[in-house]
Each structure stands twice: as structure tokens, then as C-alpha cells.
């Protein structure tokens, strides 16, 4: 099983906001932290991998490992393509999918995008998918068809997404379905396919296929009957270790028993390596711009190679998940502070640190007293963020002026805070950051108590109760995607860290971080990090307000409006007998869950 840590520190936070770093491109980012480093073991085919990355393209600006911006990797891509073309290999540049909603980068923009599409396209990506995030909204998949499709012109591939055509309401493919390309150096035959998991929470202008129906279609039987082909590339933004990556396994390798076969893959926000076969592997590459994945082949057969020896030894596979910082960068490429930037990656820093001052990103809206995290400790606790937003956010702040004093049900689904908070300015970024959707309150009313506990312990029983019966998909959940990755009791329960302040110039001392245990070993993270715990937490949290006693007879059941669909089936299991969509309605009119976040941190948290 694959195994979720990741890191950060708080390191003299207020000095780095004023003192511009010496090393890294964005003004307000801490420095790299040096650390002891793995190498990467080049081979004739070599990729570097996001996925996930939700907006974070000027990096963390609160964690050092994290520290650099997508003008560093532009960079970073360009010198690892030199390098490996000066020793005659080759090197694709991938990502797949979740590119949009998370940051303030994407969402604070109107439209939501306009300065991250155009950051993005400065990176060269040899080959690009959408995830789940590019489809809830009919604008946001209009912007990938019209913006993003465009600006990656054959490279973006949609094997299993249709969209209906904005002006001809057709439907069409987002994206081409598959691509076969030669590659530059070794002359490598590779057919690439880019699919999306069996996802269904997408707008209705949008359609996604199941990739068990997808893998029957006559283009896809014929594209994996080609012989002519050295490699199959599988990119989606799909679970590596999931039953649409299995299913697709299993049919290419019916058809090509031999043939090498490279996965990528994203959704659960893990760093994650799969072995389906040993000549077919699949890496997922974390999230959030945290982690840049890092695959080489090696004695792949190619029509140069063949010749030489009819018994080539089988295809050497490798991994390594790359902490998204210019230490890490430079150590890698072999470069320094002055050989390893390239003009348009500092161009593109540059475009990145006028967007985030164009979109007020830095305004400070108070300063968070201390750490609140998201799975580092025990949920509930003082520390815990869904402690935090429940008994004092919620129930500060949660009310709607005709109810008032009415006991109240209030049910949020964990999944809608994306991340920890650290102690100090809590910015117009955090607020992104923290809980990028726009979605508002609804209620019921006159819910019998038992019935609404009942609604909630349904939901926590999701997706076991409530997934959308789809045999051989991947599930869903309400919780943090980065939970999928777990089996349903296990609690990764590492002796505590102490937060000691690291000094910058020790390396020896190791920083907690990332230690992924996955199908290859323990030795994937480029950087050796002390190992994070991680607690689970329940799908939504829950706090009655407004009790006058422990058991009200009746409440208002308030839910976030992200989960009625859940709630609908819910009330039916607890034998709720009411229409829920029909019933319910809409509670503090025009108050997202974001904005009352943000209202409450003005007026607590003063700095
Ligand atoms: C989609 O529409 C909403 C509501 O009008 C708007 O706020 C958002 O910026 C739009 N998104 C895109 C990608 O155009
Ligand atoms: C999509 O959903 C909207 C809102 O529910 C509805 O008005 C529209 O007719 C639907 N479109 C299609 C193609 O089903
Ligand atoms: C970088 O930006 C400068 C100034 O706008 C421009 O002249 C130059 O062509 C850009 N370089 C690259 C490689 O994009
Ligand atoms: C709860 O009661 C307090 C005190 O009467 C009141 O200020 C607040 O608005 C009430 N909240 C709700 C949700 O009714
Ligand atoms: C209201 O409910 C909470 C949570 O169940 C409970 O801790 C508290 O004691 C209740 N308040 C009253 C006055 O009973």
C-alpha cells in the first residue's frame, strides 16, 4: 500500500515574507532546505510527471520542500531534456489532469483561469489529460476544449471524454483519442492513450465514458493490435493501483503479450508506483506541485536496437518522486543558482509573481495563532482543522437569520478543505487554498434528531453505502481524496516529529516529509524525509448548535450543497420519508462555506 506523508515547515516564516530569497523565483518563497538526496538513474526514455497540481504553479510559499514555481520547472524540464539528449536519450514531459481549482492562482481570477492557462502553456508537455476538476463546471470544460486543448495542440489526449460542441452542440471528443509518435533520440514507436477514471460527477455537457466500455471500441482493439509499436503509453489522470488501470493492463496485454507498457497516473493525491507486470509499470506523482515524478525505461527494443541482438535482456523500469524544490533541481541537473535557470523560466516566474500581484494574492486577512492540520493528528482534537471549523467556525458563524435559535444539525463532507493552515498571515491565497469551491448551505427542516444522526452515519459509511454501484470503478469519497489510498482501518500512526526549527545549513538532520513505501520499495523520494503520521478522518464532520438540550426532538439538518445528492440517498437509507431536493432550500442565502471561513478569520484571527 502506498503511503501518504507530506511536509512543511514553518521556519521563520515573517522574514522570509520580507527578505526576496536568494534562490528561489518567487519573492515571498522560503529557501530549500538541503537535505540528504537519491539520484536519478537515467535510461534511453525518461519523463518527469505532475498531476494534481490544482493551481499550485508558484509553488508552496509556506514549505521549503516545496519552494519552487512552474518557471523553476520549466527550467528544470529544459536542462533534464539536455542532459538527456547530449547522452543520446529521450525525455517526455507529462501531466495528468486536476490542473484547475485549489489555489488562488486559478480561482481568485474572474474568469477562474485566465493567468493559469497562460503560465501553463509555457511548460513544453509532451502529453496532458483532464481529471475530475476540468468537468464539474460546463465553463471550466469549455475553457479546456476552447484555452487548454488549443494551447497543447495534439498533445492533450481524451480517450474517453466527449464534450457537447458550445456552438454546434455536438458532441465531440474534448481531445484527440490517442497519439502515435516517434521519438527523437532512440527512435522509440510509442501509442499513448489518456483516459479518466469512471468518473460521474461531471456537468452534463460533458460525457465519460466507462474505460471498461472505452477499451472495447474498434479504434482502441485496432491502435493496440498495431505492431509497428515499442512502447504503450496509458496517462489519465486514474488511480495506478484501480480497476480502470487493471482492465486496461489486462486488454493490452491479451492482445501484446510482450510489449512494454508505462502508466501514469493521479486522483489520489499520493505518490504511488505500481507493478502490473515486469514489463509494465505505472507512477502516480503526488500533488499540489509537491512532487515532480521522475520514470526512465531502459533496454527498450527500438528499430535502431533490434538489429543489434535478437535477445535483449527485458526493460529496466525506475521511479523517483522529486520534492519540487531548486535544491532538489539543481542537485539533479548538476547545475547551480546561475547555470540552471533559463531565461523563459525566469520569465515565466516573473509572469507568475505579477498574476499573484495582479490577483492580491499576498493581502493578509489575519494570522492563524497555530498549525491546524488535515491528517497529522486526531480528529477531534485542538490541533485539528475539522475540530477547528466545526466548534468554532461553524458555530460562531453558521446561522441564518430565519431560523435563529432553532437546534441545528450543521454536516460538512471533510473533502471541502483541501489543506493544513500554518501559523501565521492567513492570506487571500490561504483562503483558496484552504477551501477552493463555491458551494453554499441547504437544510431541511423539522428533521427528527434520530433521523438526522441517522442521515450522518450514513454518510460516513459512504462509499462502502452510498458509491454509485459502478462494479470495477474507482470509488469516490466525500473525505480527502488522499484517503482512497488507505484501507478502511488502517491508521499510519508514526512516532510524533518534533517541529524543531532545522537550521538551514545542517543537512545531516532530516526534515519529516515524504517517506512512500509503494510495489517497488522504500526507496522512491529523492529526498530522505523523517516519516509524518497520518489519522483518518470520518467523511463529514458534525456539530449541533443551538441545542437546548442533547437530544432536540427535531433540528434543521444543514449540509453543504456539494453532498445532496448524498444526502438524498442517505435520508432515503434512514427512512427519511420526504423529497429532499424537493424540500430543502437554500440556508444564509448567497454565504458560501469559503466566505464564512474567511469572515470568521477576519474577525478572530487579528494579526
Ligand atoms: C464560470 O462561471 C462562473 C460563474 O459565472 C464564474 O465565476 C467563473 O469564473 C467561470 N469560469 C470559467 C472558467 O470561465
Ligand atoms: C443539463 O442540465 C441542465 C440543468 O440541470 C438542464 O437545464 C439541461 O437541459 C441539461 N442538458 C442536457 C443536455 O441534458
Ligand atoms: C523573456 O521575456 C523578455 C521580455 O519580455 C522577452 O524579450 C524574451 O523574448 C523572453 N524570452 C523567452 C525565452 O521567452
Ligand atoms: C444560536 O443562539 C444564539 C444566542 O441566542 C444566537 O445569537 C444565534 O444566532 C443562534 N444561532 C442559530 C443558528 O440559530
Ligand atoms: C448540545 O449538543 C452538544 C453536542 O452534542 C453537546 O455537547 C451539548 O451538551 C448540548 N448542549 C446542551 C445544552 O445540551
Same mark, same amino acid.
Given at each position: 500500500?502506498?503511503?501518504?506523508?507530506? &511536509?512543511?515547515?514553518?521556519?521563520?516564516?515573517?522574514?522570509?515574507?520580507?527578505?526576496?530569497?536568494?534562490?528561489?523565483?518567487?519573492?515571498?518563497?522560503?529557501?530549500?532546505? %538541503?537535505?540528504?538526496?537519491?539520484?536519478?538513474?537515467?535510461?534511453?526514455?525518461?519523463?518527469?510527471?505532475?498531476?494534481?497540481?490544482?493551481?499550485?504553479?508558484?509553488? &508552496?510559499?509556506?514549505?521549503?520542500?516545496?519552494?519552487?514555481?512552474? =518557471?523553476?520547472?520549466?527550467?528544470?524540464?529544459?536542462?533534464?531534456?539536455?542532459? @538527456?539528449?547530449? *547522452?543520446? #536519450?529521450?525525455?517526455? !514531459?507529462?501531466?495528468?489532469?486536476?490542473?484547475?481549482?485549489?489555489?488562488?492562482?486559478?480561482?481568485?481570477?474572474?474568469?477562474?483561469?485566465?493567468?493559469?492557462?497562460?503560465?501553463?502553456?509555457?511548460?513544453?508537455?509532451?502529453?496532458?489529460?483532464?481529471?475530475?476538476?476540468?468537468?464539474?463546471?460546463?465553463?471550466?470544460?469549455?475553457?479546456?476544449?476552447?484555452?487548454?486543448?488549443?494551447?497543447?495542440?495534439?498533445?492533450?489526449?481524451?480517450?474517453?471524454?466527449?464534450?457537447?460542441?458550445?456552438?454546434?452542440?455536438?458532441?465531440?471528443?474534448? @481531445?484527440?483519442?490517442?497519439?502515435?509518435?516517434?521519438?527523437?533520440?532512440?527512435?522509440?514507436?510509442?501509442?499513448?492513450?489518456?483516459?479518466?477514471?469512471?468518473?460521474?460527477?461531471?456537468?452534463?455537457?460533458?460525457?465519460? #465514458?466507462?474505460?471498461?466500455?472505452?477499451?472495447?471500441?474498434?479504434?482502441?482493439?485496432?491502435?493496440?493490435?498495431?505492431?509497428?509499436?515499442?512502447?504503450?503509453?496509458?496517462?489519465? &489522470?486514474?488511480?495506478?493501483?484501480?480497476?480502470?488501470?487493471?482492465?486496461?493492463?489486462?486488454?493490452?496485454?491479451?492482445?501484446?503479450?510482450?510489449?512494454?507498457?508505462?502508466?501514469?497516473?493521479?486522483? *489520489?493525491?499520493?505518490?504511488?508506483?505500481?507493478?502490473?507486470?515486469?514489463?509494465?509499470?505505472?507512477?502516480?506523482?503526488?500533488?499540489?506541485?509537491?512532487?515532480?515524478?521522475?520514470?526512465?525505461?531502459? $533496454?527498450?527494443?527500438?528499430?535502431?536496437?533490434?538489429?543489434?541482438?535478437?535477445?535483449?535482456?527485458?526493460?529496466?523500469?525506475?521511479?523517483?518522486?522529486?520534492?519540487?524544490?531548486?535544491?532538489?533541481?539543481?542537485?539533479?541537473?548538476?547545475?547551480?543558482?546561475?547555470?540552471?535557470?533559463?531565461?523563459?523560466?525566469?520569465?515565466?516566474?516573473?509572469?507568475?509573481?505579477?498574476?499573484?500581484?495582479?490577483?492580491?494574492?499576498?493581502? !493578509?486577512?489575519?494570522?492563524?495563532?497555530?498549525?491546524?492540520?488535515? %491528517?497529522?493528528?486526531?480528529?477531534?482534537?485542538?490541533?485539528?482543522?475539522?475540530?477547528?471549523?466545526?466548534?468554532?467556525?461553524?458555530?460562531?458563524?453558521?446561522?441564518?437569520?430565519?431560523?435563529?435559535?432553532?437546534?441545528?444539525?450543521?454536516?460538512?463532507?471533510?473533502?471541502?478543505?483541501?489543506? /493544513?493552515?500554518?501559523?501565521?498571515?492567513?492570506?487571500? /491565497? %490561504?483562503?483558496?487554498?484552504?477551501?477552493?469551491?463555491?458551494? =453554499?448551505?441547504?437544510?431541511?427542516?423539522?428533521?427528527?434528531?434520530?433521523?438526522?444522526?441517522?442521515?450522518?452515519?450514513?454518510?460516513?459509511?459512504?462509499?462502502?453505502?452510498?458509491?454509485?454501484?459502478?462494479? $470495477?470503478?474507482?470509488?469516490?469519497?466525500?473525505?480527502?481524496?488522499?484517503?482512497?489510498?488507505?484501507?478502511?482501518?488502517? !491508521?499510519?500512526?508514526?512516532?510524533?516529529?518534533?517541529?524543531?526549527?532545522?537550521?538551514?545549513? /545542517?543537512?545531516?538532520?532530516?526534515?519529516? =516529509?515524504?517517506?512512500?513505501?509503494?510495489?517497488?520499495?522504500?526507496?522512491?523520494?529523492?529526498?530522505? &524525509?523523517?516519516?509524518?503520521?497520518?489519522?483518518?478522518?470520518?467523511?463529514?464532520?458534525?456539530?449541533?448548535?443551538?441545542?437546548?438540550?442533547?437530544?432536540?426532538?427535531?433540528?434543521?439538518?444543514?449540509?453543504?450543497?456539494?453532498?445532496?445528492?448524498?444526502?438524498?440517498?442517505?435520508?432515503?437509507?434512514?427512512?427519511?420519508?420526504?423529497? !429532499?431536493?424537493?424540500? %430543502?432550500?437554500?440556508?444564509?442565502? #448567497?454565504?458560501?462555506?469559503?466566505?464564512?471561513?474567511?469572515?470568521?478569520?477576519?474577525?478572530?484571527?487579528?494579526?
Amino acid at each position: 500500500m502506498p503511503q501518504y506523508h507530506h &511536509h512543511r515547515k514553518d521556519m521563520m516564516l515573517f522574514l522570509l515574507w520580507l527578505l526576496p530569497s536568494a534562490l528561489a523565483a518567487q519573492p515571498s518563497a522560503p529557501d530549500p532546505i %538541503s537535505a540528504p538526496l537519491r539520484s536519478l538513474d537515467f535510461g534511453q526514455l525518461n519523463f518527469l510527471h505532475t498531476t494534481d497540481t490544482h493551481g499550485w504553479l508558484a509553488g &508552496h510559499l509556506q514549505e521549503p520542500s516545496y519552494s519552487a514555481d512552474w =518557471g523553476d520547472y520549466i527550467s528544470f524540464a529544459t536542462r533534464m531534456r539536455e542532459k @538527456a539528449e547530449a *547522452q543520446g #536519450q529521450d525525455l517526455l !514531459v507529462i501531466d495528468t489532469g486536476d490542473r484547475v481549482e485549489g489555489n488562488g492562482l486559478y480561482d481568485s481570477s474572474e474568469p477562474k483561469g485566465v493567468y493559469l492557462s497562460d503560465i501553463l502553456r509555457h511548460q513544453h508537455i509532451d502529453l496532458l489529460t483532464s481529471g475530475n476538476h476540468e468537468l464539474y463546471k460546463k465553463n471550466t470544460s469549455e475553457a479546456e476544449f476552447f484555452t487548454t486543448v488549443p494551447n497543447f495542440r495534439g498533445n492533450y489526449l481524451a480517450s474517453n471524454i466527449d464534450i457537447i460542441h458550445p456552438t454546434t452542440k455536438e458532441l465531440v471528443p474534448l @481531445a484527440p483519442r490517442y497519439k502515435k509518435f516517434t521519438t527523437k533520440k532512440q527512435g522509440i514507436r510509442v501509442v499513448a492513450f489518456g483516459f479518466l477514471f469512471d468518473f460521474t460527477g461531471n456537468w452534463n455537457n460533458t460525457v465519460v #465514458q466507462k474505460v471498461s466500455s472505452t477499451i472495447k471500441e474498434d479504434w482502441f482493439q485496432e491502435a493496440i493490435r498495431d505492431k509497428e509499436v515499442d512502447l504503450f503509453l496509458v496517462i489519465g &489522470h486514474v488511480p495506478v493501483h484501480s480497476p480502470e488501470y487493471q482492465a486496461i493492463f489486462k486488454e493490452i496485454r491479451g492482445i501484446r503479450w510482450d510489449t512494454p507498457i508505462h502508466f501514469f497516473g493521479g486522483h *489520489q493525491h499520493i505518490r504511488d508506483y505500481a507493478r502490473y507486470d515486469s514489463k509494465a509499470f505505472g507512477l502516480a506523482s503526488g500533488r499540489f506541485m509537491e512532487t515532480v515524478g521522475f520514470a526512465s525505461i531502459d $533496454g527498450l527494443n527500438t528499430p535502431k536496437s533490434t538489429h543489434l541482438s535478437s535477445a535483449v535482456a527485458s526493460p529496466v523500469f525506475k521511479r523517483r518522486y522529486i520534492d519540487q524544490n531548486l535544491f532538489s533541481y539543481y542537485h539533479h541537473t548538476g547545475l547551480d543558482e546561475k547555470s540552471f535557470p533559463t531565461e523563459k523560466g525566469q520569465n515565466v516566474s516573473r509572469l507568475i509573481a505579477k498574476a499573484r500581484t495582479d490577483l492580491h494574492l499576498d493581502q !493578509v486577512h489575519g494570522c492563524a495563532p497555530h498549525e491546524l492540520w488535515m %491528517s497529522r493528528v486526531k480528529y477531534p482534537s485542538p490541533s485539528s482543522l475539522y475540530t477547528w471549523l466545526e466548534t468554532q467556525v461553524l458555530a460562531d458563524s453558521l446561522k441564518d437569520e430565519r431560523r435563529v435559535n432553532v437546534p441545528t444539525l450543521a454536516v460538512v463532507n471533510t473533502g471541502a478543505l483541501r489543506f /493544513d493552515i500554518f501559523p501565521g498571515p492567513f492570506t487571500q /491565497d %490561504s483562503t483558496f487554498i484552504l477551501s477552493p469551491f463555491t458551494s =453554499g448551505f441547504r437544510y431541511l427542516k423539522n428533521v427528527p434528531f434520530d433521523k438526522a444522526q441517522l442521515i450522518v452515519e450514513v454518510l460516513n459509511k459512504q462509499p462502502q453505502v452510498l458509491q454509485a454501484s459502478q462494479e $470495477g470503478s474507482s470509488p469516490t469519497t466525500l473525505a480527502p481524496p488522499e484517503q482512497l489510498a488507505y484501507p478502511e482501518d488502517v !491508521v499510519v500512526d508514526k512516532e510524533p516529529v518534533a517541529f524543531d526549527q532545522t537550521p538551514l545549513s /545542517d543537512s545531516r538532520k532530516l526534515v519529516p =516529509g515524504y517517506t512512500t513505501e509503494d510495489d517497488a520499495g522504500k526507496d522512491g523520494d529523492d529526498t530522505v &524525509h523523517e516519516p509524518i503520521s497520518f489519522y483518518r478522518v470520518p467523511n463529514c464532520l458534525q456539530v449541533l448548535l443551538n441545542n437546548s438540550t442533547e437530544t432536540p426532538e427535531t433540528v434543521d439538518l444543514v449540509y453543504i450543497d456539494f453532498i445532496e445528492k448524498y444526502v438524498v440517498q442517505a435520508a432515503k437509507i434512514a427512512g427519511l420519508d420526504i423529497d !429532499v431536493a424537493k424540500e %430543502s432550500d437554500v440556508y444564509m442565502p #448567497q454565504m458560501s462555506l469559503t466566505n464564512l471561513i474567511l469572515d470568521w478569520v477576519k474577525k478572530n484571527w487579528k494579526c
